[in-house]
């Protein structure tokens, strides 16, 4: 079983709706990370939080909000997303080591498909 | 730029046998670290494997092992006694260096594996 969760596991939402896709660890992980992965590729990185903090947005669209209430939670609210959005979500964790060198432990995801 | 290059998009091994995954990558950091991770079909990255730029020894975790030749750029896994839970998507990653903190990792495109009975 893995140590991140991720929900919903499935997801269909139409252009002008708003939804929120959630993730926790009980870790005591202080990094955490989305990723996103279109079918047949290798996850890309959207964004990281380290102590709950936005460190990394990889010029995602605004149209995806991340948000880290606090070490065990992280969000991601959409809004107003478009077909080409729909792929699999990936949430992620690690602890914060020198070097960085940490595994990320990552969650089941979520498939969301935009209609 | 780093850069992480798997040429095997898909391959098949008889079950029992041993597979290797090729892994290639590309940085000027000297310090960096090389992942594996296997997605099976339901979608979760599981951690398999790490090897570390300035370990002297090649990493091994139970069935796999790591065989790293740093001169090559090359950071192969091994997976030993194939069974038919191995058929999955194995993706070889880099950490990049963060200025903010955490782990940034590079993604190569991915080996599927199907093991055959």
């Known amino acids: 079983d893995t140590e991140v969760t991720q929900t919903p596991k499935h997801l269909v939402m139409g252009m002008t709706n708003k939804k929120s896709l959630k993730c926790e660890q009980h870790?005591?992980?202080?990094?955490m990370y989305w990723y996103k992965q279109k079918a047949k590729k290798p996850p890309e990185l959207m964004f990281v939080?380290?102590?709950?903090?936005?460190?990394i947005n990889e010029s995602v669209p605004s149209r995806f909000s991340p948000e880290c209430p606090n070490s065990s939670l992280l969000n991601l609210h959409l809004h107003a997303l478009q077909p080409e959005d729909s792929a699999l979500y990936l949430c992620?964790?690690?602890?914060?080591?020198?070097?960085?060198?940490?595994?990320?432990?990552f969650g089941n995801g979520t498939r969301l498909t935009v209609t | 730029a780093q850069k992480i290059t798997q040429t095997q998009p898909g391959m098949f091994v008889q079950e029992k046998e041993a597979v290797t995954l090729d892994c290639t990558y590309d940085?000027?950091?000297?310090?960096?670290?090389l992942f594996w991770y296997k997605q099976p079909s339901s979608g979760e990255m599981i951690f398999l494997i790490y090897?570390?730029?300035?370990?002297?020894q090649n990493a091994t975790e139970g069935r796999y092992s790591l065989n790293f030749q740093k001169a090559r750029k090359s950071a192969n896994l091994v997976i030993s006694a194939s069974q038919l839970g191995d058929s999955a998507m194995y993706f070889c990653?880099?950490?990049?260096?963060?200025?903010?903190?955490?782990?940034?990792?590079?993604f190569g495109g991915g080996t599927r594996v199907l093991v055959k009975p």
């Open positions: 939080y380290s102590y709950e903090k936005l460190s």
């Open positions: 940085t000027s950091d000297p310090s960096y670290g």
């Open positions: 992620a964790s690690s602890h914060l080591m020198a070097g960085g060198n940490s595994p990320l432990h």
């Open positions: 990653a880099m950490r990049v260096p963060l200025k903010a903190a955490g782990n940034k990792l590079t």
């Open positions: 090897q570390g730029s300035y370990d002297q």
């Open positions: 870790m005591g992980h202080r990094a």
